[in-house]
């Protein structure tokens, strides 16, 4: 069995990028500058945003943080938005999720210019991904995918199930397994809470694609020998001897499960840190688009 170290590729990522920034200003170019808006106090998402912003200024990129109270209006936010989309010194920028429940999530994600949009939540992008055509990819499937191409894992043929279909992970992450491309080319079946006998399913997968956010789901009896199994769940658990009184909890019954798996990811270190290395290359692709490099 091999875990999957998401918290070293990401590391080896994010220096392959800071080299790159390296060069960039030698040659006497600006570096890339990614933004992030969020709005509210929300614990999980303060801590995401925070990671995001320390890891830009790690590698080398700009980052401006924009923190809107809980109540700032729909228009407002908009507004901000607009404010990015013209803002020629901006390569991307993100809005981090879940937003107020006052706020039309939908249409904000459709206000960014699909060009700045490094999360691939537009539709445009979205469309693109699913017709193979050069887009940003959401950055927690593409993680996933760079950590199977960078141990190259092959999945041709095999067969691949995604428990979850939501907008993030789950359904672009059927999308990318079945792309004609390499890693891809794997027969998918996407699972969700309306599926029946889910067990039947995934003990016959070659490999399982957990995200649901419901801790330790995925049993051990619930696996075959040998497969890959990748846990994109993040979940706190309230535990009091923790000095945070939680502890991160994936969807993966990871002590049971990895006896049979031929590979694993661990949570915490595993797609999480790659779903912010995923989005400083994004930033990165941007940043080419519209700098000369
Ligand atoms: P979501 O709540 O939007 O979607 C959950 C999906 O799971 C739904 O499609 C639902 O149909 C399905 N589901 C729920 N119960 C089920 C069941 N019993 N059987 C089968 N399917 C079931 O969640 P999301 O935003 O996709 O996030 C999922 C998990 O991944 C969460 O724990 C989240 O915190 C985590 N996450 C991690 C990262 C990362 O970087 N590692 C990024 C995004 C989300």
Known sequence: MTILDGKQTANDIKTELAVRVDQLILQGKRSPHLAAVLVGNDGASLTYVGSKVRSCERIGYESTLIQLPEETTEAELLQQIDRLNANAAVDGFIVQLPLPKHIDEEKVLMAIDPDKDVDGFHPTNFGKMALDMESFIPATPYGIMELLRRYQIDISGKHAVVIGRSHIVGRPMSILLS???SPGNATVTLTHSRTKNLAAITKEADIVVSALGVPNFLKGNMVKKGAII??????????????????????????RVKEKASFITPVPGGVGPMTIAMLLQNTYLAYSRHADV
């Open 179 to 181: 792309r004609k491309s």
């Open 230 to 255: 990748i846990d994109v769940g993040i979940t706190r658990v309230p535990d009091s001897s923790h000095p945070k009184g939680y502890v991160i909890t994936g969807d993966v019954d990871y002590e």
